[in-house]
Nanobody
């Protein structure tokens, strides 16, 4: 079965960095568009960043210049490098297939999420 397992979240201070990872199994990872979403308490889920199978990227305006999405197809792993973190980045972060570059044939799969908390 399909599994997307996130890791790398934690509690950091404003200005620090974290790198999230998402290990995928059960899908042809290299041909899937992949994304990171986040959801803060009381807020709607939002798309943070996406990457196509060819490596094209999209980043939400709120994270441009601070976050970078990448992928390692040999390791079936998706990454999100988060620098200069702010308290407003505090949320549960989810790895998912699809997103901005979703292909019509792709199914939707989600990980369980990893918590990122940024203190001021």
């Amino acid at each position: 079965q399909v599994q997307l397992v996130e890791s790398g979240g934690g509690l950091v201070q404003a200005g620090e960095s974290l790198r999230l990872s998402c290990a995928a199994s059960g899908i042809f990872f290299s041909i899937n568009a992949m994304s990171w979403y986040r959801q803060a308490p009381g807020k709607e889920r939002e798309l943070v960043a996406s990457i196509s199978s060819g490596g094209s990227t999209y980043h939400a305006e709120s994270v441009v210049g601070r976050f970078t999405i990448s992928r390692d197809n040999a390791k079936n792993t998706l990454y999100l490098q988060m620098n200069s973190l702010k308290p407003e980045d505090t949320a549960m972060y989810y790895c998912a297939t699809g997103g901005y570059f979703k292909n019509p044939w792709e199914s939707d799969y989600w990980g369980q999420g990893t918590q990122v908390t940024v203190s001021s």
